[in-house]
């Protein structure tokens, strides 16, 4: 028989924050979520990921960051490929190598940037031409939080109902431009209880589950006034809001867990005086102990300064909005 190969596509997603918080799935296969939730895509946190079937392999390479990916990395791999494979009407392995210019799975959103790239490069790789919408949809499956890496600036993944329904869409693209992210890591390491893992006992467990879902959709609608009318102080304080409240349903789980650790704590302490001594800034914590200060370009040197001395230069990462994903 013929060996067949597609033509290797490289494509780079980068990461994003979300202001309002995706917590909890209410179809796990599909990964449609309980709420919708908005974000932020970064330029400084990417993946780079390059995809090429062929017909002569046994079965699915994968590497990433140059390595062989854990058992459980790896199938996540494998089914989202089986995928594109499906939309493609063919069964040809592939060789995937992907690179992380982000911390994997500290709470810095890897999985976003790492499926939005995959989607990116391993449809186009299949032959498929897929609209910003559909490519959407497909990272998804992968990882919630990528469907929202597939635009640049602020994006809104709506939960819909079903899997086409489920998507996410750029939006305020002219608004709060000078909006800052001071990524401030404390934990670059692979975090004990996935975000996979950690929204589920969430669901299952904390009484607080339902409050969430309804708080949710109004801290949304709130959040989107304040970035239409580019109010920083409203939009920062209802993003802080939105992430504690995410974090409450991890303490009040059962077992009860959470992100955060002693510097975490310390560091929220260290926003809430700043703010007090009148520098505006805000903060978000993803499903990891690292930090993200929210404030505007005016204000970075101050805050970026007082971080330094804290924490060391290298963990204080200024961050600007990024675009979405593109090929290389
Ligand atoms: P994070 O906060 O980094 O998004 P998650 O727990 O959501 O953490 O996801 C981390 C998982 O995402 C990793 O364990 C791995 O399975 C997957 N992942 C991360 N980077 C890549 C990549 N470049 N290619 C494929 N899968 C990746
Ligand atoms: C706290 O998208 O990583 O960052 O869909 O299971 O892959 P899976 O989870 P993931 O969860 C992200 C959780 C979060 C909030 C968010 O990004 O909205
Ligand atoms: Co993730």
């Known amino acids: 028989m013929a060996t067949l190969s597609t033509n290797p596509v490289s494509a780079r997603a980068h990461t994003n924050i979300a202001l309002i918080k995706y917590w909890g799935k209410r179809d796990e296969e599909l990964i449609i979520p309980y709420t919708s939730s908005l974000s932020l895509t970064l330029d400084h946190f990417y993946t780079d990921t390059t995809v090429q079937f062929k017909s002569n392999l046994s079965e699915d390479q994968i ?62 790789a299949a032959g498929l ?3 910003p919408t559909a490519l959407s949809r ?15 600036g602020f994006a809104e993944w709506q939960r819909g109902e079903d899997d086409l329904s489920s998507y996410a869409r750029p939006l305020f693209q002219e608004k ?6 001071i990524a401030l890591t404390v934990a670059r390491g692979p975090k004990s209880i996935s975000s996979r893992q950690g929204m589920k006992l969430s669901v299952d467990t904390s009484p607080y589950y339902p409050a969430w879902v309804k708080t949710c ?19 920062g304080r209802i993003s802080e809001l939105n992430a504690m409240r ?44 690292n930090v993200k200060v929210l404030c505007q370009q005016s204000a970075v040197a101050k805050i970026a300064a007082t971080f330094s001395k804290v924490l060391g230069e290298k963990n204080v990462i200024v961050t600007k909005p990024g675009p979405g994903v593109q090929y290389l």
Do not use: W
């Not at 494979?85 to 500290?106: D, I």
């Not at 959709?217 to 006034?225: C, F, G, N």
């Open 176 to 181: 709060l431009t000078d909006i800052r992210v």
């Open 138 to 152: 497909l990272a998804r499956r992968g990882s919630g939080s990528a469907c929202r890496s597939i635009f640049g």
């Open 246 to 289: 995410m974090h409450a349903l991890t303490l009040s789980a059962d077992p009860d867990f959470t992100y955060f650790n002693s510097q975490t704590l310390t560091i929220m302490n260290l926003v809430k005086q700043l703010r007090h001594n009148g520098v505006a800034c805000y903060y978000t914590i993803d499903a990891g102990p």
């Open 63 to 124: 590497l990433i960051d140059g390595q062989q990916p854990t058992e459980k990395s790896f199938q996540r791999v494998h089914q989202f490929l089986g995928l594109i494979r499906k939309q493609a009407g063919f069964e040809m392995p592939a060789v995937v190598q992907s690179v992380n210019h982000v911390p994997t799975a500290a709470g810095l959103a890897s999985s976003a940037s790492a499926f939005a790239a995959l989607a990116a490069a391993g449809s186009k």
């Open 129 to 131: 031409q897929l609209s």
């Open 217 to 235: 959709q109004a801290d949304l609608e709130r959040l989107k006034v304040a970035i239409d009318q580019n109010d920083f102080s409203q939009f």
